[in-house]
């Protein structure tokens, strides 16, 4: 961190206000700065809403205080890999709105007294200082162990598959294993439930997807 950058920190501790607000509204700031903050935003906005495209999110951005126009909005999209959730087939995050097969709920009720009895599936994004990256883990939810994990730097098929396939590698799983997600894309297309269905897995999906962030 530069001198610049411990004043602001400093100033910002004294004002009471997040760097966020303060690069939102700061003309000196490096448009790189401005835009990781607003690119967060958006980030957290696309991921928990699939569905919203460019105008939506302007108006959901505006609603939360930023200042910006629909050009910037569709520009930071673009570079981030976004607009292709709404525009190719395998490439959403958890939007349950695809022709796939829904699996109920299966974790629900399940007791666990061992590893390798429930797996839970899920991608997240990872803020890092110039851009984002995605994060796919299956996790053994009676250890609470991370098995299998991809990172990328777009939400296609092939990053849950990897995960998936890594978990595979390193488990020496039974039939009766229930593998648990949420109803996005990539955990319901075939190639993914055929994968699991090969090696005798039930598949258990929730109601609505969760998609959280790590900040680093």
């Given at each position: 961190?530069?001198?610049?950058?411990?004043a602001?920190e400093?100033?910002?501790v004294?004002a009471?206000?997040?760097?966020?607000s303060?690069?939102?509204f700061?003309?000196?700031?490096?448009p790189?700065?401005?835009?990781?903050?607003l690119?967060?935003?958006i980030?957290r906005?696309a991921?928990?809403m699939?569905?919203?495209?460019?105008?939506r999110?302007?108006?959901?951005?505006?609603?939360?205080?930023?200042?910006?126009?629909?050009?910037r909005?569709?520009?930071?999209?673009?570079?981030?890999?976004?607009?292709?959730?709404?525009r190719?087939?395998?490439?959403?995050?958890?939007?349950s709105?695809?022709?796939?097969?829904?699996?109920?709920?299966?974790a629900?009720?399940?007791?666990l007294?061992?590893?390798?009895?429930?797996?839970?599936?899920d991608?997240?994004?990872?803020?890092l200082?110039?851009?984002?990256?995605?994060?796919?883990?299956?996790?053994?939810?009676?250890?609470r162990?991370?098995?299998?994990?991809?990172l990328?730097?777009t939400?296609?098929a092939?990053?849950?598959?990897?995960?998936?396939?890594?978990?595979?590698?390193?488990?020496?799983?039974?039939?009766?294993?229930?593998?648990?997600?949420?109803?996005?894309?990539?955990y319901?297309?075939?190639?993914?439930?055929?994968?699991?269905?090969?090696h005798?897995?039930?598949?258990?999906?929730?109601?609505?997807?969760s998609?959280?962030?790590?900040?680093?």
């Amino acid at each position: 961190m530069n001198a610049r950058e411990l004043a602001i920190e400093r100033m910002c501790v004294l004002a009471g206000v997040s760097r966020r607000s303060f690069y939102r509204f700061d003309p000196d700031a490096k448009p790189g700065e401005r835009d990781m903050d607003l690119r967060d935003a958006i980030q957290r906005i696309a991921l928990e809403m699939p569905s919203y495209g460019r105008p939506r999110i302007t108006a959901e951005l505006r609603r939360h205080g930023w200042v910006v126009n629909p050009k910037r909005v569709h520009r930071i999209m673009r570079e981030d890999n976004l607009l292709c959730l709404r525009r190719r087939k395998f490439i959403v995050t958890t939007d349950s709105r695809h022709g796939f097969r829904v699996y109920p709920n299966l974790a629900g009720e399940m007791k666990l007294t061992s590893v390798n009895q429930l797996w839970i599936a899920d991608i997240t994004y990872i803020r890092l200082e110039a851009e984002f990256v995605y994060l796919a883990i299956v996790l053994d939810a009676f250890s609470r162990r991370v098995v299998g994990w991809a990172l990328d730097r777009t939400l296609e098929a092939k990053l849950t598959m990897a995960a998936l396939e890594m978990a595979l590698s390193r488990r020496n799983v039974k039939p009766g294993l229930v593998h648990h997600s949420d109803r996005g894309v990539q955990y319901a297309a075939g190639d993914y439930t055929g994968l699991l269905d090969q090696h005798g897995i039930q598949i258990s999906m929730s109601r609505k997807g969760s998609l959280r962030q790590c900040g680093l």
